[in-house]
């Protein structure tokens, strides 16, 4: 097994050697092999984290780094979300960004280790070899901190999001190069990653057998991106609509009792994610208001929510939420659920909390 293919999957090399392996990708999944759980892990850290690395590299050997790849890509199939694949790719660019970047900084006196890169063969990997160049340093600068870049390949990585900087009229455009550093170089190369991890995802074709063999992972996940994806611009606060379990939270912080860590959290993320503020948040609870200032500063900024309240199926596992009147099965997350409510009410129905005077939260006079 090259380490090298481990440390850097996406490589060509890399997906040759599983192909030469002969690995059964389905037998692993059916075997329980460890790659199967790295490769859950490899999704779940991307989601929640911004990477791929294990958070316990010693619990893996190479093998199992290099087949959790394809086992990766294939859960990211399945869970068929364009947010999902973002954020794996993102996150596998991120990952390797860190790794080649300590290979080619690396002190070039040192012992060669087998699982690194270095600068010929990673441009080579993207077909950037010819198109890269040094500039000869001048007098008192470090060799290799300018290049030049065919403008083909750099318009082929660019982003427009990033900036004034990269456009190309503000650059130095010479003879069908641009001249970056050797840092951007690096940027563009995460993007070149990005794009190679992201390019064919999600695939379809995955067997319905090897679906079910990976439910319990997919189920995990698909919470998992629930609980990260919802967004809200929910401008009504109406409890008749919350999800039942909310609004038992909801009753329960009413009627004085004193709510667990993560009661606590789920109730008050999700009035966060409602566009509440601190102050609306006291008195919609009646909990303590020193506990929500303390709790609303971390759960919202300037830009809202920053914390979206656990999915129905988390606060399952909490103890919090046991599927009331079969809830989840119109939609998995509580902000979902509102949203959708809202929508199917009569809007002579629905009427805004802040809106009824001295009534309870519930709408009954106090």
């Not at 929910?234 to 912080?253: G, K, M, N, Q, W």
Request: aromatic share 8%.
């Amino acid at each position: 097994m090259n380490p090298r293919h481990a440390r850097y999957p996406f490589f060509a090399a890399a997906r040759e050697a599983v192909g030469e392996s002969g690995v059964d990708l389905a037998a692993l999944v059916a075997d329980g092999d460890p790659a199967v759980e790295r490769g859950r892990e490899r999704i779940e850290r991307a989601l929640t984290e911004g990477t791929v690395e294990a958070a316990d590299p010693r619990e893996w050997d190479a093998r199992d780094d290099l087949l959790s790849y394809p086992i990766a890509r294939i859960l990211v199939s399945l869970l068929d979300s364009r947010a999902a694949v973002e954020k794996y790719a993102e996150a596998e660019a991120r990952t390797a960004y860190r790794r080649f970047t300590e290979d080619l900084e690396r002190d070039d006196g040192a012992r060669r280790d087998p699982s690194r890169i270095d600068r010929d063969a990673l441009l080579r990997e993207f077909d950037l070899a010819d198109a890269v160049r040094a500039e000869d340093p001048k007098p008192g600068q470090p060799a290799g901190k300018w290049l030049w870049l065919g403008v083909g390949a750099y318009l082929s990585y660019v982003d427009a999001d990033w900036g004034d900087d990269w456009r190309l009229v503000n650059r130095e455009l010479v003879g069908g190069e641009v001249r970056i550093e050797r840092e951007e170089l690096y940027r563009l190369l995460r993007e070149a990653v990005g794009d190679r991890v992201a390019e064919g995802l999600p695939f379809e074709g995955v067997s319905d057998d090897l679906a079910a063999e990976l439910e319990a992972e997919i189920a995990d996940l698909r919470d998992l991106l629930a609980d990260r994806s919802v967004r809200s611009d929910i401008e009504v606060v109406d409890p008749t609509y919350f999800p039942p379990c909310l609004s038992a939270l909801l009753d329960r912080a009413r009627d004085g009792e004193e709510l667990g860590p993560h009661a606590r959290f789920s109730l008050l993320s999700f009035l966060a994610g409602l566009n509440l503020d601190a102050e609306e948040a006291v008195a919609i609870t009646g909990l303590d208001p020193d506990l929500v200032v303390e709790r609303f500063g971390y759960l919202r900024d300037e830009s809202g929510a920053q914390y979206p309240p656990p999915s129905c199926r988390t606060l399952g596992t909490y103890g919090l939420c046991d599927n009331e009147h079969n809830h989840r099965s119109v939609a998995p997350h509580p902000l979902e659920y509102y949203s959708r409510k809202l929508r199917e009410a009569d809007p002579d129905d629905v009427t805004d909390w802040r809106d009824r005077g001295d009534a309870d939260a519930d709408g009954t006079p106090a």
